[in-house]
């Protein structure tokens, strides 16, 4: 019999202003957002990463404030995925590993690269780039290690660091053929499932899943309902059950009631937190 798996539901980031006084209660202090969110969700996809590299301080800091079994995935430099483009991007990979991600410890998830909507399906570069991604702890530090200490000394310390996985949202329709998945299950690599009108599919390509839920996949849908939500839980519920960790983050445009989507899920699935 396989060993149920370990579901996550949370939002992506944790700054949001309309919160305050929604999700946040009112009078809240700003430095203590992200201890009350984590103490609600059981994971937080970090976002400032896309923008520019953060530092091993900030990763410490906000892994302090979570508690046990909480984790962050990590969503990798647009760098990377919209100025490269997957091509030519061995440097700014070496550098986004050893700028501080394994400060996190056992905070660290998953690493999500979200590809730009026009960039098209070209195999080459598409397979070069998942063969540069570390797969275990050993090719991580390998990785790391390479990149240039003159502005920040390589960040090399893995205590704690379970799983390196990565997650990768294709936005482009070219990439919605089967020599893709099956590329991405031969490097475990799960394909983000969107949950949208255009990409609906719920498909698995990795020994995890990752959601961003971002529809519900209906034309007419307003926002997720309680049964849409149930019918979530019974998917991610077969997930886990098969023995699949599922990280869940609700990142639609109705972000305002995302922590409140993530809870409904959470609990749906039987997850319970002292905060209940």
Known sequence: ??????????????????????????????????????????????????RANQKPASFLKWAGETPEGFQFSIKGPQLVTHIKRLKNCAEPLTN?????????????????WQL?????????????????????????????????????EPYLDATGVGKIRHAIEPRHPSFDKAEVNALLTR?????????????????????????RLQGPARPDAAGYGEADIADWARTIGGWRDGGRDVYAYFVHEDKLHAPANATALRKALGISLPTD
């Open 187 to 211: 490097h475990n690599v799960a394909r983000v499932i969107a949950d949208t009108v255009e990409n609906p599919a719920r498909e698995l390509t990795a020994d995890f899943a990752y959601c």
């Open 116 to 152: 730009p909507p026009n960039l098209a399906y070209d195999a080459a570069s598409f397979s070069a780039f998942l063969e540069l991604l570390p797969r275990d702890i050993e090719s991580y530090l390998a990785l790391a290690g390479k990149a240039d200490g003159a502005k920040q």
């Open 96 to 112: 986004f590993f050893a700028s501080g991600p394994l400060a996190l410890g056992d905070r660290l998830g998953p690493f999500v």
């Open 1 to 50: 019999m396989s060993t149920s798996g370990t579901v996550r539901t949370g939002t992506a980031g944790w700054v949001f202003e309309p919160w305050r006084g929604t999700f946040f209660p009112a009078g809240l202090v700003q430095k203590k957002e992200l201890a009350y969110a984590a103490s609600h969700l059981t994971g937080i996809e970090i976002n400032a990463t896309f």
